[in-house]
């Protein structure tokens, strides 16, 4: 059906909702505008809501239906899916993107011309690419102490403390095979103790085991393999055990990390619990 083809290619605005949402407000809220991107978000999700059901409504239509029907269709639910994508067109030319060149600098846009490829484009791709007339604003020097990332940075004390929040246990061996890092959350999977750092991870293993963790250590090496898995029962728990090669943009090996997790409690999960039930929550403990 041509109607649902294009309903389907008309939920590719996905993209540029998300440009906007996470290019476009960041840096107006950088300049104490904020108003106008929590309305515009708000309505995103209507229409993403809107033509979620007409898309599901089209997939439904196997059968043939009369033309009363389908004007039903069109009328309640593909008429209204349709004017929420226009109605948010004429509010960004007529009152988001003025207000973002009247607002946002050069060297934002530029930021933001850099990071919309991570997004995609909606219906079509660039021809050209935009170059701002300036040369970049030198990069700010980075707060003292603070580890930086081409996504960000923390300080010691946070990074030490997502790390040892995060519900896995972390383990990073060196390209020497040398221990050198291991997360300490509060509930520990397995024993680890300061003394094992740059103790070659083979000697962390009983000699039963040295022979596989040999293996898995040469495949990364030699580039064979990515992700080694194995998952155990350990005291009435189910224990997922993954081991990642680490690679740097050339892919010259780094190391490997060790991911050890708990998902017994994940593994009962049936159904949903969506964000919102977080409320609900709060609002039953207040009662």
């Not at 050339?250 to 409320?279: F, H, I, M, P, W």
């Amino acid at each position: 059906m041509a109607l649902r083809f294009r309903f389907h290619t008309l939920m590719d605005v996905e993209k540029h909702y998300l440009r906007k949402e996470y290019l476009l407000f960041p840096f107006l809220e950088q300049h104490g505008v904020t108003g106008p991107p929590k309305v515009m978000w708000g309505k995103h999700d209507e229409t993403r809501a809107l033509l979620k059901s007409a898309v599901d409504t089209l997939s439904a239509q196997d059968e043939p239906i009369t033309a009363g029907e389908a004007r039903s269709v069109v009328r309640l639910v593909l008429q209204p899916a349709s004017h929420a994508v226009t109605e948010m067109i004429d509010k960004e030319e007529q009152i988001l993107l003025p207000m973002c060149l009247d607002t946002l600098t050069e060297e934002e846009w530029r930021q933001i011309q850099q990071q919309s490829p991570e997004h995609g484009f909606c219906l079509y791709d660039p021809p050209d690419t935009w170059r701002p007339e300036t040369a970049p604003a030198a990069a700010e020097s980075p707060e003292t102490g603070r580890v930086r990332l081409a996504s960000g940075g923390f300080s010691p004390a946070e990074l030490t403390a997502i790390l040892n929040t995060i519900p896995f246990d972390l383990t990073f061996v060196d390209r020497d095979d040398k221990v050198r890092y291991f997360t300490q959350g509060r509930e520990r999977i397995f024993s680890r103790s300061r003394a094992i750092l740059g103790r070659k991870v083979q000697f962390c293993h009983p000699p039963s085991s040295v022979g596989v963790v040999q293996r898995i250590l040469d495949d990364f090496h030699s580039g064979r393999h990515d992700r080694a898995a194995f998952w155990i029962e350990m005291k009435g728990r189910f224990i997922s055990i993954e081991y990642f090669a680490l690679r740097d943009a050339g892919g010259d090996y780094l190391g490997c990390l060790e991911v050890s997790q708990d998902l017994t409690e994940k593994r009962a999960l049936t159904g949903e619990r969506r964000l919102l039930a977080y409320a609900d929550r709060e609002a039953s403990d207040a009662g």
